[in-house]
């Protein structure tokens, strides 16, 4: 943790809706075919039945291995002028997934009906928000060298929102609804 006044950092858990409520669905109906087909086949019709005692331990070697792909949190940190999203998978392994000068964001405000208009035709997005539904849910805007509009969503606190101003005061949007 940095106490710096243009510093902040923000994590938020990736909430089981829309396509990742089907990946955890999709996961979970993968354990149970896995330990059908095991105990199935190897002690069922084959009557191995010390196959059938190795059942629980390889089942929780492949959970421990490939939960973590469904369970996942978004990261930002906002240091010396740069947001940089990062997605950790299932509190071990980190990728950077993104990352941004906020000098050059055209625009930094809530997702409110009265900003929909600048975030609707956008070509490219990425979603770093925990749901859709967050209450404390932010936008910004970019363009990148093709010209196309992109579109970056996240969790915003009043500390990180404070920060982006201080960076690109013209751009950012203050909501007083926040949070944290």
């Not at 390889?58 to 947001?83: D, K, P």
């Not at 539904?133 to 404070?162: H, L, M, Q, R, W």
Request: net charge positive; glycine share 8%.
């Amino acid at each position: 943790m940095n106490d710096s006044p243009n510093y902040a950092e923000y994590t938020v858990e990736q909430k089981p809706e829309g396509k990742y409520l089907v990946r955890r669905i999709l996961m979970i109906v993968f354990y149970v075919v896995f330990s059908g087909v095991w105990l199935g086949v190897l002690v069922g019709v084959l009557k191995l039945w010390p196959f059938g005692a190795l059942w629980p331990v390889l089942l929780a070697i492949i959970v421990f291995f490939t939960w973590r792909f469904v369970a996942m949190e978004h990261e930002y940190v906002i240091q010396s002028g740069t947001i940089t999203f990062t997605e950790v998978f299932g509190h071990r392994t980190r990728k950077k997934a993104f990352e941004y000068k906020i000098r050059d964001m055209k625009k930094i405000a809530p997702t409110t009906d009265e900003y929909a208009a600048e975030y609707a035709d956008a070509s490219v997005t990425g979603d770093f928000r925990g749901s859709v539904k967050s209450p404390d849910s932010y936008f910004f805007t970019y363009g990148d060298e093709g010209g196309k509009k992109c579109v970056v969503f996240f969790e915003a606190t009043n500390k990180a929102i404070k920060v982006m101003r201080f960076y690109n005061g013209q751009g950012t949007v203050m909501s007083t609804t926040l949070r944290y």
